[in-house]
């Protein structure tokens, strides 16, 4: 990615360029990010790109700043410094709503439904729809019903029991056609497959897949290199809180993975060298 | 607010769960499979409202047999033993809002009280003679700013509900006691009056309805709850929604037109012993009232459905843009409002208020009603009509045991032994799953 600055550049270059430009953008764009806890900095300058239509993984050791990275951009968190554009346009996420607005959606690690509510409750929790003044369960239950449906998600017995009756892939699955219920341009999932066996993890994977295939943009956090390799189409890399390397999934193999998410790339510099 | 810490989920406690957890009507599609689900779900330990319908049973035969010339199920006692109930019922259902959040809140004795006696004072003839509606309307509206300045202080300060609400249950003990004393009646203010202004509210629990109106009345209510139900089946069904099959449909319109039925029947059996004193006594509709009003806010609009996502995992509600602390204030406001219409039953009930309101023991018997009936201790779980099931079988307890000269202290061991045993079912039928009690949330 070139480091020019786009939005002077659409300034000045004619409209045939202009539109060239817009093409290029990538959906999501965030540039030196910073954000800090008290005395612990947890993000130096962080880059990142997320274009529409890719699975873009976000990998890194343990306590390299990847939760924080993404409660950053979803709103939970608010960056010390840094941009963020979305669809080349600067914009500034104070909160979860504002992110919503956007179109992110995150899947969170932790915390993400409400057990004792049933799946169509949790799709629709916060945006609820009404008729006269009430909840209208039936339309509700249609268009949950529809958009798992269309994601094959077909594993659960019944959209009206409580989530705390699933299974952990199936929580996952809801969890995640819940962020497409809502037309959202850019999915981001924190180790979504952390905790989950074989076939759940499967269908984790297949159901990513499908919201690329459909022209989301979606970023996934995992430790886990056979599912990066299996479904990223780019890998970025967090090393304590610095972006060290983002670039096509192909130009990677497992060990260049392992070697700058243990060291940053010194090694690889330095065997380059 | 503190960072939560990163809880991979069980899937293998989530699995073992599933089958007992899943509500029946949501995979059954015949009636014997219906009957088959919910015998699984029973064994699983999800226990619904069966306990506590076979605790009233229970407790009716039991008292039936052993009572005093088996006057137990007697319409006179039956009718008295619904209006001590009531209390009980609107004070539990006013703590379902804290329960069902996952908080408690133990001022509700007090500063209902209090509410019940701005209202008896202000009809007072002789002071200020307010008409009745407007009474009741200041008295409420004190006990639901009472309510949300409690609820400000637990959501904006961070203060566990029960240290609040416990200070509150000092402070509204001392206001009651101040209130009393305003006016000449040397804090006895009482609603025994010739003033028909006044006898409305001493006519709120007792007086009675005209037995013909009370069948027309109970025919209205059965029919119209029975169409909504049957037409929106129907509906579900047809649409191809989840729904129960139509013969349940038709069970349960059935056993509340035989609830209905059985009750004013009984209502309408003369209880006087000289005269004629007959018909269902206004409590009923009250009580009734309350008990639609809070089901179809917690069940149908999107106030209460934020209610139970918060007392089921407040992180993810505030994370879906719920204003939590809004909710949960407004939670404690609701809480306040009802109480203080619990308390103006009890005051109804003994014609007047006095020092002798007992609003710490009013409390632990509406928590209980509430458990008792099916309510979580734990949060994300309960229902209003849950706090009416247990109001009746605290009733229940105390009429029984009170026909049997039984002292209070032997009341109150039994009636703790019950909540004891409602507890324990609670926290059996969450296997693993307990958090606490609202007072390491937030
Ligand atoms: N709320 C917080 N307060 C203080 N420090 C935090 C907080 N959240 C994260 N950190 C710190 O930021 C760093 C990155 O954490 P995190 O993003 O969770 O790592 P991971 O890449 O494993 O997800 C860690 O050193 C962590 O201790
Ligand atoms: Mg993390």
């Known amino acids: 990615m070139p480091p020019c600055n786009v939005r002077g550049g659409i300034f000045f270059l004619g409209s045939k360029m202009t539109k060239m430009a817009q093409v290029a953008e990538p959906l999501l764009k965030v ?53 963020v554009f979305w669809d080349g346009q600067p914009v500034h996420i104070h909160n979860t709503r504002d992110a919503s607005r956007l179109g992110i959606e995150t899947v969170y690690q932790d915390l993400a439904l409400c057990d004792n509510l049933d799946i169509v409750q949790n799709m629709f929790l916060g945006r609820e729809r009404l008729s006269r003044y009430l909840l209208d369960e039936d339309d509700m239950e249609r268009a949950a019903a529809e958009t798992l449906a269309s994601l094959k998600v077909t594993t659960v017995r019944s959209i009206r029991q409580p989530v705390a009756s699933l299974s952990g892939g199936q929580r996952q699955s809801v969890a995640i056609s819940k962020a497409v219920m809502w037309n959202s341009k850019l999915v981001i999932m924190d180790e979504p497959t952390a905790a989950l066996g074989v076939v759940q993890t ?69 065997a380059a060298n | 607010m503190a960072q939560p810490v990163e809880i991979p989920p069980d899937p293998t406690a989530a699995v073992q769960a599933a089958e007992a957890e899943v509500p029946p009507e949501l995979i059954a599609q ?13 064994r699983g330990g999800d226990i619904g409202v069966l306990p506590v319908v076979v605790g009233l049973v229970a407790i009716m035969i039991v008292f039936e047999i052993i009572s005093p010339n088996h006057v137990f199920l007697h319409a006179d006692n039956l009718v008295n033993l619904f209006e001590q109930s009531a209390v009980f019922m609107v004070l539990a259902m006013a703590e379902t809002f804290a329960l069902i959040l996952g908080e408690i809140d133990l001022s509700i ?45 637990i959501t904006r300060l961070g203060i566990p509900s029960f240290i609040v609400t416990l200070a509150g249950y000092l402070i509204f003990n ?152 809004l909710i949960v204030t407004i939670a404690f406001a609701l809480c306040s409002m009802t109480a203080g219409i619990g308390v103006l039953l ?32 734990f949060g994300g779980r309960g229902k209003a009509i849950h706090g009416v099931l247990g109001g009746l079988v605290i009733g229940g307890i105390y009429n029984g045991m009170y026909l049997q000269s039984l002292d209070v202290q032997r009341i ?13 079912i609670d926290a059996l039928s969450r296997r693993g799953k307990v958090s606490g009690l609202g007072l390491t949330r937030r």
């Open chain 1, 31 to 83: 540039r030196g990010v910073d954000k800090h806890f008290g005395a612990v900095q947890a993000l130096y300058g962080v880059d990142l790109d997320l274009p529409a239509g890719k699975v873009t993984a976000l990998c890194g050791d343990n306590g390299a700043g990847k939760s924080v990275f993404t409660k950053c951009i979803s709103g939970v968190y608010q960056p010390d410094h840094g941009e």
């Open chain 1, 202 to 270: 499967r269908q984790v994977l297949d159901l990513m897949k499908r919201l690329r295939d459909r022209g989301l943009a979606v970023m996934v956090i995992s430790h886990n290199l056979n599912d990066v390799f299996e479904v990223a189409d780019r890998i970025a890399i967090l090393y304590l809180g610095r972006m060290v390397i983002q670039d096509d999934a192909s130009k990677f193999d497992r060990q260049r993975v392992v070697e700058y998410m243990t060291t940053g790339g010194k090694g690889m510099k330095a």
């Open chain 2, 30 to 42: 015949s009636f014997g499979e219906y009957v088959r689900a919910w015998a699984a779900r029973l």
């Open chain 2, 109 to 153: 004795g007090y500063l209902g009280a209090c509410g019940a006696v701005i209202a008896v004072q202000l009809v007072q003839p002789v002071t200020t003679g307010w008409p009745w509606w407007a009474a009741i309307v200041a008295a409420l509206l004190a006990c639901a700013i009472a309510g949300a300045i409690q609820g400000t202080i």
């Open chain 2, 174 to 325: 001392g206001v009651m006691l101040i209130l009393l004393l305003l006016g000449p009646f040397s804090g006895y203010p009482n609603l025994a009056s010739s003033d028909t202004n006044v006898q409305v509210l001493y006519n709120m629990m007792a007086g009675t309805i005209d037995p013909t109106i009370s069948w027309i009345g109970m025919g209205v209510v059965v029919v119209g709850l029975g169409a909504l139900m049957w037409f929106g089946d129907a509906r579900r069904r047809r649409a191809g929604l989840v729904a129960p099959p139509p013969s349940l449909t038709l069970l349960k319109i059935g056993l509340i037109a035989i609830a209905g039925i059985v009750v004013v029947a009984i209502c309408n059996i003369n209880r006087a012993n000289i005269g004629v004193l007959a018909g269902v006594p206004w409590v009923v509709p009250i009580v009734l009232a309350v008990l639609a009003a809070w089901t179809i806010l917690l069940e149908r609009t999107k106030y209460g459905r934020y209610v139970y996502a918060i007392g089921g995992n407040a992180e993810a509600a505030r994370r879906a843009g719920i204003n939590v602390a």
């Open chain 2, 346 to 377: 009890y005051a109804s009930y003994i014609g007047g208020m006095s020092n002798n309101v007992q609003g710490g023991q009013l409390v632990l018997f509406a928590v209980a009603a509430a458990v008792i009936g099916g309510t979580s201790l």
């Open chain 2, 412 to 424: 109150f061991i039994v009636t703790g032994l019950v909540l004891l045993a409602a507890v324990s």
